[in-house]
């Protein structure tokens, strides 16, 4: 006896449903795709009850012609593609033909629409994949689908559904998605009859701000990579503004929200000593590859996308981000110079940096500190002081072929009027002045840590620190699993002013320290850096040199700095202010909070 028999129509629909309605908020992804889609510049969603008894989407699209209006419920039935071959050049959301059929398996849907070209509309009304109604109705250009009870044959997933407020969330996350890509189309969610959100055509920069708040309007920054692959474009936010929860991570790959971890990850490592360990970058990225190139049909929800060269993608994904954060180096100078009533765009407001002046002098040291417990401090920070000093002259003096940094680093570099600058305190742990009007706290310790990650990496990777030949070289000895590890390090110690010789099984003959510092601290320095330097190689792998430059900040921050007199507080200061990333440490930690006059306004308002 035959046991094999077609499913009905209706199971067939509900299996499929199964995978692609999972929640409201599923079936609000399906019709707001299919609005844009249909060309429409104005979209309306309006959700009762988080969707439980009523998803509507209002569009002024195509519309469909009155057998269309029927055919559309049809699995399998759509308009996008008609050979398999389509499928390589697809420029729509949907393609699969099931959303419309899923629904109506499981909803009561009504569908009123009408083309343009047409007198009359079309109403239909469907249950349970059951026709109740179709007939010519008056209504208005476009289309109109209202999804009532939703899972109201389907028990399980209606028991399964989360609080009011998750599902609202999801349903709110998926207009994002559409949203933040489609910003030249208007759309208005109202919720129980209260509007939610109305977010008119705009550009992308100002459809981020409309979605998530004013608070991004300085925060974001434009990426742009062009090539005949591949074009990037969109917005990241400044790293100071990372945050614990990945919610505001938006990627699109050909107008489409993709999820891509590889794609992600391209972007987070940009952000790489940037922000504090575990936070994650804001972005808004889109990515453009001729179509042929990507496959988006590997799920049902089409959220994945396969590239066929996703490294070369990985490749310039990063390279476009880092050129964004490379120019955002000068963060506080345009932090300090906000006012408010300005609105200068990103771009405008990197013209107004002038070209450099100023450079770090290569030869001396900052920050070295005697570790030997009878040495003042304050000592240490004279050697700083006179570096400064040093430095300070050569910003008047500056020729351009002595200059320490590439041109790159150039760039990066700000020009800092003393005169806008003014120490109100400092303590042991905190200092506390006002730059171009803007009150900044810095925690000494970790803006010090920032500096000389900065400093050393730079030695390791441009400008080697100069070297001191020592007359009468000292012996250290070691032990022995430190003289395998410096023996790893030989020529970052070199770069970083310790040329050290083995001498003996563990021991090793001082020949050169940086020029500023004292051959006797170096048995210690060398033992505590390669301890931290271990330590920190067993729990991140990051890349050597700023494993290593990371290990000697540290070592160097573990005496205390007294910064006493105003000069050595302001010559702190601009050490700080031309770091790349002054407001993180190396080791993730918060360095600076700064407040405008209009936030210390607000506050005691
Ligand atoms: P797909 O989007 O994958 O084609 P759907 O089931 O979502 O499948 O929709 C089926 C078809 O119904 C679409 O191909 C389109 O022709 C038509 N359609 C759906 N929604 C609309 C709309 N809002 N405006 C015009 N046509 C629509
Ligand atoms: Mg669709």
Same mark, same amino acid.
């Given at each position: ?26 079936? &609000?992804?399906?019709? =707001? ?9 104005? !979209? ?9 008894? =009523? ?48 629904? $109506?398996?499981? @909803? /009561?849907? %009504? ?26 109705? $008056?209504? /208005? ?44 189309? %208007? ?26 708040? #004013? ?7 434009? !990426? ?33 929200? &993709? ?45 994945? &996308? ?14 476009? #981000?880092?050129?964004? =954060?490379?120019?955002?180096?000068? !963060? ?7 006012? *408010? ?24 040291? *900052? ?52 005169? /806008? ?7 042991? $742990? ?37 070297? /001191? ?10 032990? @022995? ?57 067993? =729990? ?57 006059? #209009? ?7």
């Amino acid at each position: 006896m035959n046991t094999i028999h077609l499913l009905p129509d209706l199971v067939a629909n509900q299996i499929a449903a199964g995978e692609v309605i999972q929640r409201p908020a599923s079936a &609000v992804k399906e019709l =707001l795709e299919n609005a844009v889609d249909a060309g429409a510049t104005k !979209v309306q969603l309006i959700i009762k009850d988080s969707g439980r008894t =009523l998803i509507q989407v209002v569009d002024n699209g195509k519309g469909m012609s009155f057998t269309d209006a029927r055919m559309c419920f049809e699995r399998h039935a759509t308009s996008k593609i008609l050979t398999a071959e389509d499928l390589s050049h697809l420029t729509t959301k949907g393609f699969r033909g099931e959303a419309l059929a899923s629904i $109506a398996a499981i @909803a /009561q849907v %009504e569908l009123n629409t009408k083309r343009a070209e047409e007198e009359t509309g079309t109403r239909l009304l469907v249950e349970g994949s059951q026709v109740k109604e179709h007939a010519p109705a $008056a209504t /208005q250009d476009g289309t109109s689908i209202a999804v009532k009870n939703l899972f109201f044959n389907v028990p399980a997933r209606r028991n399964f559904l989360k609080s009011d407020a998750v599902e609202l969330g999801h349903i709110e996350e998926e207009l994002n998605r559409l949203s933040l890509i489609h910003y030249d189309v %208007e759309f208005s969610f109202y919720h129980n009859g209260k509007l939610m959100q109305q977010l008119p055509q705009s550009n992308q920069k100002q459809r981020i701000i409309n979605v998530f708040g #004013v608070h991004f309007k300085d925060k974001l920054y434009p !990426v742009e990579l062009n090539t005949e692959a591949i074009k990037i474009t969109g917005f990241i936010a400044k790293p100071e503004n990372s945050k614990k929860r990945k919610n505001e991570q938006y990627l699109f790959v050909n107008n489409r929200f &993709v999820k891509h971890y590889l794609l992600t990850h391209a972007i987070e490592t940009a952000y790489k000593e940037l922000i504090p360990e575990g936070h994650k970058p804001a972005f808004f990225i889109d990515i453009t590859v001729p179509p042929a190139t990507i496959d988006v049909n590997i799920s049902p929800t089409k959220i994945d &996308v396969k590239f066929q060269d996703d490294r070369m993608i990985y490749a310039f994904l990063n390279a476009a #981000v880092k050129k964004t =954060l490379g120019a955002l180096s000068l !963060v506080p100078q345009i932090d300090f110079n906000y006012k *408010p009533e300005y609105d200068f765009s990103a771009v405008k407001q990197q013209e107004h940096i002038k070209s450099p002046t100023l450079t770090l002098n290569p030869n001396y040291s *900052p920050y070295s500190c005697k570790s030997d417990k009878n040495i003042s401090t304050s000592d240490s920070w004279q050697q700083f002081l006179s570096g400064v000093k040093n430095e300070t002259i050569k910003v008047q003096s500056a020729e351009p072929e002595k200059l320490a940094f590439t041109e790159e680093d150039k760039e990066n570099e700000a020009i800092i009027d003393e005169t /806008q600058l003014k120490c109100l305190f400092c303590s042991d $742990a905190y200092l506390l002045f006002l730059w171009n009007d803007v009150l900044h706290i810095i925690d000494v310790k970790a803006a010090r840590e920032r500096f000389l990650f900065e400093y050393f990496l730079n030695a390791l990777e441009n400008t080697p620190i100069v070297i /001191q030949q020592c007359m009468f070289p000292e012996t250290i000895t070691l032990s @022995a699993s430190t003289v395998e590890m410096v023996n790893d390090i030989l020529p970052e110690l070199r770069a970083l002013g310790y040329d050290l010789e083995q001498i003996g099984r563990t021991s090793f003959a001082v020949n050169g320290t940086p020029t500023d510092e004292e051959s006797s601290n170096t048995q210690q320095i060398i033992e505590q850096f390669v301890e931290m330097y271990k330590t920190h190689q067993f =729990l991140h792998k990051t890349d050597k040199n700023s494993a290593i430059a990371k290990s000697l900040a540290k070592q160097k921050c573990s005496c205390k700095l007294q910064i006493a007199s105003e000069q050595e507080q302001q010559a702190f200061i601009k050490q700080w202010l031309q770091c790349k990333a002054p407001h993180i440490s190396p080791s993730g930690k918060k360095v600076s909070k700064s407040f405008t006059n #209009v936030e210390i306004q607000k506050f005691f308002e």
